[in-house]
Every structure is written in structure tokens, then in C-alpha cells.
């Protein structure tokens, strides 16, 4: 790379990382929750219009990213290299930021159906325990170590795949703003949840009950405290 570029690209993203109510937005999502451009603007103290401004410029300088789902646009940073510049700006300014709070109620926030599959804390930690066990690839595929799993569970796999649709792909969850398991392959998850009863549905809305043995299951195949 041509050394002046180099200056000159520096400099623009500085600039961009300068701005207070930009900085304010980036700051934000470091906790590696996503949100939305309303919730933004309100965090940097910006009207809406001038926050969509700001999110264009970020996203022009690689520094955030954005999920179109369904009607709402969720921002967050574009990948760990900018947490970490972030990250060492904070060590050179100290000072501390404040924890993402969700305003989900308790029963939804905890497990509920996100079209078929499980979303809520559930549904993100379950996601995040595939991922660390390797079971799903980067391009959200399944490795050797995730067929046998899956399979051992009950899934067909190939069925799974031979469905007229997406086979697994990272769901942002709305009240934890972090991914949950999507596609057939998370469809599959959640009916073999309600088959084996790890869960139960609720007739009134979405949200999922863990049972007893859900909760035994969950912490012996996954680790998780459900």
C-alpha cells in the first residue's frame, strides 16, 4: 500500500472515530450487542436524520456494519479489528461504558420462538456453544464434529438440507442483539427440542418454558444453565 494512501486512510478513519456523537455510537456497540439507528441516535444525542448521517459515514469508513431485518436496520462494529482500535483508545482515555440493557420481558427474553427456530438468551447461548464446539463452520455449514452431534441428537441432517430453504445463518436476536441459530438447521433444533420435551410452548404467545429435563439435557449436552 502506497504510503501517503496509507496516511490519508488513517486520518479519514480517525476523523471519522473523532466525532463525538460517532464516537458515542461505536462506544456503544463494543458490548457486541446490535442496534438500531432510533437507539443510536439516542445514545449519541443526534436527531435521526443526522444519526443516518453519521451510520453512513462509519459504514463508509468499514467501521460498523448493518443487518437489514424485516423493517429495522441493526448496526453494529464491522469486525474485532475495530473493537480492538477501539478497545486501545479507551486504555489511552480510561473511563468506563455502560452495559447494554434490554427492555424484553422476562419470559420472552429467556427462551422464545423467533419465526421457528429459538431465540432469547436461549437461543444465543445455544448458538454460541455450536459455534465454540465446533460444530458450525464460519460459513455457518456444519463440520464432521457438528453432523455427529446433530445426529446423535436425532437430526437428519440430510433431510435438513434437502429443504427448500436456507440451510443455518446467523438470526439477530431482538432482545439480546447478539445471533441465534436460523434456518433449517435451527427449525430442526427447535423441533427436536419440543419432540424430546426440552421445552414446552406456550398457546398465548412465543415464549418457550424449559422443563426439568430440558434444563438436564441442556447442561449435559451443551453446558449450558438453561
Known amino acids: ?87 486501545g483508545l479507551s486504555v489511552l482515555a480510561g473511563g468506563a461504558r455502560p452495559k447494554f440493557v434490554p427492555h424484553t420481558p422476562d419470559r420472552l427474553r429467556a427462551a422464545r420462538t423467533c419465526y421457528d427456530h429459538i431465540a432469547g438468551t436461549l437461543g444465543v447461548l445455544l448458538h454460541d456453544r455450536l459455534e465454540a464446539g465446533g460444530w458450525l463452520s464460519n460459513s455457518y455449514d456444519l463440520t464432521a464434529a457438528g453432523v455427529k452431534g446433530f445426529e446423535a441428537l436425532g437430526v437428519d441432517i440430510a433431510e435438513t438440507r434437502g429443504l427448500h430453504r436456507r440451510f443455518a445463518f446467523p438470526c439477530l436476536d431482538w432482545s439480546e442483539r447478539r445471533s441465534h441459530l436460523g434456518g433449517a438447521l435451527g427449525a430442526a433444533l427447535l423441533k427436536l427440542a419440543i419432540r424430546k420435551r426440552w421445552v414446552t410452548q406456550e398457546l398465548d404467545s412465543r415464549a418457550l418454558g424449559v422443563t426439568s429435563l430440558g434444563r438436564r439435557e441442556m447442561r449435559t449436552r451443551f453446558g449450558l444453565e438453561a
Open 1 to 87: 500500500m502506497d504510503e501517503s494512501y496509507a496516511d490519508g486512510a488513517a486520518a479519514s478513519i480517525a476523523a471519522a472515530i473523532g466525532e463525538p456523537a460517532r464516537a458515542r455510537m461505536l462506544y456503544c456497540l463494543l458490548d457486541n450487542h446490535a442496534r438500531t439507528g432510533t437507539e443510536l441516535a439516542v445514545i449519541a444525542e443526534v436527531s435521526p436524520s443526522t444519526a443516518s448521517v453519521h451510520l453512513n459515514r462509519l459504514k463508509t469508513e468499514g467501521l460498523v456494519k448493518v443487518v437489514v431485518q424485516g423493517k429495522h436496520r441493526y448496526y453494529s462494529l464491522q469486525s474485532a479489528d475495530v473493537a480492538r482500535v477501539l478497545e
